[in-house]
């Protein structure tokens, strides 16, 4: 099983997928998408597009030149089978691998190096310049300031409106029975004096 590279942006293309073009001398053409094919027949210039890696190494981005890239490239020299060298081989692959991602991790640590400090200092000097941007962040944070007060007081009036209710609620709960009482007592009257 072989993992070709897409010609255009130098992704992997896995078997079963992507599109190879071969043309009129027999040059094999493989992309990994429809994307890059037709950047391709569009006769566009990888290395003027971000997304590709032949972009990110010509504008330093990623490592272009180091001696852990020499091994990827494809030989074609055949050479005769022997187990000790396929398993040296494969051994040396890993090793390899992990030299190189290495490499990458201290290049782009190297190449992020001072981001922080250029940062700063590029806000500083646009506070610097603008004093009203300062003026602008105190206006919001009074505004955000009086938006929760407003909700405070909703809340609270919400409270008192419920405790109010909860309050006629309760009386009228009570005048009902007094009401209810004063009807038997009066019925108790009316009976007796229908009674003599």
């Known amino acids: 099983m072989?993992?070709?590279?897409?010609?255009?942006?130098?992704?992997?293309?896995?078997?079963?997928?992507?599109?190879?073009?071969?043309?009129?001398?027999?040059?094999?053409?493989?992309?990994?998408?429809?994307?890059?094919?037709?950047?391709f027949k569009q006769r566009r210039n990888p290395r003027k597009l971000k997304w590709t890696k032949a972009f990110?190494?010509?504008?330093?981005?990623?490592?272009?030149v180091d001696s852990t890239l020499t091994f990827a490239q494809r030989r074609n020299v055949p050479v005769r089978y022997n187990r000790e060298l396929v398993e040296t081989t494969l051994s040396a692959m890993e090793r390899i691998e992990d030299i190189r991602k290495k490499r990458e991790r201290a290049f782009y640590k190297n190449r992020m190096r001072g981001n922080e400090e250029r940062d700063f200092l590029r806000d500083k000097q646009l506070v610097e310049s603008n004093p009203e941007l300062l003026r602008i962040r105190e206006v919001e944070m009074a505004r955000?300031?009086?938006?929760?007060?407003?909700?405070?007081?909703?809340?609270?009036?919400?409270?008192?409106?419920e405790v109010e209710e909860d309050m006629e609620v309760d009386s009228e709960q009570e005048e009902q029975p007094e009401k209810e009482k004063v009807i038997l007592k009066n019925k108790k009257k009316n009976v007796k004096k229908l009674a003599f």
Do not use: T, W
């Open 144 to 161: 955000k300031l009086a938006k929760a007060q407003e909700k405070e007081e909703v809340d609270d009036e919400d409270d008192e409106e």
């Open 2 to 39: 072989r993992i070709y590279q897409c010609h255009f942006c130098s992704s992997p293309v896995y078997p079963g997928h992507g599109i190879m073009f071969v043309r009129n001398d027999a040059k094999e053409f493989r992309f990994c998408r429809s994307k890059c094919h037709k950047a």
């Open 56 to 64: 990110r190494k010509a504008a330093g981005k990623e490592l272009a």
